[in-house]
């Protein structure tokens, strides 16, 4: 099962998770509700077996920090 990747980047009006399930966009007001969902959903999703990355943008687009949950 190949690993997915949880994107958290500015958008228009706030941020966003991007996910590859079924192309899922979550949009928040905040960063940093947006970055704590997107552990907080890579953690569940990690219990399932699956493995998971959070990528996390400022305002500029260049990435500040990485996780990863579950599988290697």
Same mark, same amino acid.
């Given at each position: ?38 552990? *907080? ?15 996390? *943008? ?15």
């Amino acid at each position: 099962m190949d690993d997915l990747t949880l994107c958290v980047e500015p958008a228009p009006g706030g941020w966003r998770i991007d996910c590859p399930i079924g192309e899922l966009s979550l949009m928040f007001l905040s960063g940093s509700s947006a970055e704590r969902s997107a552990h *907080a959903m890579a953690e569940r999703l990690s219990a399932f077996g699956r493995g998971v990355n959070v990528v996390v *943008a400022d305002r500029n687009h260049t990435i500040i920090g990485e996780s990863r949950y579950g599988a290697a």
